[in-house]
């Protein structure tokens, strides 16, 4: 079993930066692909960015694209996404997942992650 717990949500300003981190437990957290994902009120969750286990390979979604950053630090078993330029329709809850199974690309789809955070909610005002 892998525990993963977000951290580092608030509340923001248009134009601001938060950054999200996520601690997944396990001696085998170098070897998981890492993503990020978020759920708008009425909309349904959407992938944000992964990181395959080496951090060598990364993806974002458009919407986030130059603004986000995904990146990882194995010795401390976390990953952390740096969001600048915060809109307002960035606000949602963030979720980090984490999947076990092996892939030679980062894979976008939420059914592919194995375990879920509870979320963190970032707030952005306008």
């Known amino acids: 079993q892998v525990q993963v717990v977000e951290s580092g949500g608030g509340l923001v300003q248009a134009g601001g930066s938060l950054r999200l981190s996520c601690a997944a437990s396990?001696?085998?957290?170098?070897?998981?692909?890492m993503g990020w994902f978020r759920q708008a009120p009425g909309k349904e969750r959407e992938f944000v960015a992964g990181?395959?286990?080496?951090?060598?390979?990364?993806k974002y979604a458009d919407s986030v694209k130059g603004r986000f950053t995904i990146s990882r630090d194995n010795a401390k078993n976390t990953v952390y996404l740096q969001m600048n330029s915060l809109k307002p329709e960035d606000t949602a809850v963030y979720y980090c997942?984490?999947?076990?199974?092996?892939?030679?690309?980062?894979?976008?789809?939420?059914?592919?992650?194995?375990?879920w955070g509870q979320g963190t909610q970032v707030t952005v005002s306008s």
């Open positions: 997942a984490a999947r076990i199974k092996f892939s030679t690309v980062v894979v976008t789809a939420l059914r592919e992650y194995d375990y």
């Open positions: 396990g001696r085998t957290f170098s070897s998981y692909a």
């Open positions: 990181i395959r286990y080496s951090g060598g390979s990364t």
